[in-house]
C-alpha cells in the first residue's frame, strides 16, 4: 500500500537521484541529502552554487535567484537540449537545463 499524504515513513523519489549529473560543456548537478531534504549544487560556467532543497512529491524544489525551481525525473529527450537527447536517466530543471548520468 502506497502511504496518502503524509507519508513520513516512505522514502522520497530524490532519495534515488544522489549523486553527480552530468550536463554538457562541464556542467554538472551534485545531489546530497536524505529524508527529503537535500543540498542542490548545480555548476554552470559560472562556477558551482549550491541551493537547499526539499522533497515535493515526485520531484524536488529549491529557490534560485528568487525563482522557484523543481528538480524532476526524465529522459534526455524532455531536457530539451540535443547533447543529452539519447540519454534515459536525467534530471530536469527547466527545459535546456539538464543532467543525466550515463
Known amino acids: 500500500a502506497v502511504a496518502a499524504s503524509s507519508g513520513a515513513t516512505s522514502t522520497p523519489v530524490a532519495d534515488k537521484w544522489l549523486g553527480k549529473w552530468n550536463g554538457p560543456e562541464g ?17 554552470n560556467l559560472d562556477g558551482p552554487r549550491t541551493f537547499q532543497g526539499h522533497a515535493a512529491g515526485d520531484h524536488v524544489e529549491f529557490e534560485r535567484n528568487g525563482v522557484k525551481e523543481s528538480l524532476r525525473a526524465t529522459n534526455g529527450a524532455t531536457t530539451g537540449m540535443k547533447w543529452l537527447s539519447g540519454k534515459s536517466d536525467c ?5 535546456g537545463e539538464g543532467y543525466c548520468r550515463d
Request: aromatic fraction near 4%; avoid cysteine.
Open 91 to 95: 534530471l530536469t530543471v527547466r527545459p
Open 27 to 43: 556542467t554538472l548537478l551534485q545531489l546530497v541529502g536524505s529524508n527529503g531534504k537535500y543540498e542542490v549544487t548545480i555548476q
